[in-house]
């Protein structure tokens, strides 16, 4: 699949990251790709299973949202996260 101009934009609180795929990333059937932090100490960068974005990093906060958009700008998958808390007395 060709995954040229797709977008993986997370969003945490008010903090975002948006990592756009190069124009020739393509990805074959029911193989995974990681997106890893610019921070991340174990991401290496082997396109295209593994890609280590320059100089940005993944936001993380207590509600988390993540799209992957195709290079129209139609979200085709998107995951949510909520941090609780529970305290315990």
């Known amino acids: 699949m060709a ?42 960068h082997e396109p295209p299973t593994s890609l280590v974005m320059k100089g940005q990093k993944w936001f993380s906060g207590e509600h988390v949202t993540t799209t992957l958009a195709n290079n129209s700008g139609e979200v085709n998958v998107w995951f949510s996260q909520v941090a609780l808390t ?3 007395a």
Request: charged share 25%.
């Open 3 to 44: 995954l040229s101009g797709w977008t993986l934009t997370r969003k945490a609180g008010e903090m975002e990251t948006t990592h756009k795929f190069h124009r020739q990333m393509k990805l074959e059937p029911k193989v995974t790709a990681t997106i890893w932090s610019s921070d991340a100490t174990e991401g290496v």
């Open 86 to 88: 529970c305290n315990v």
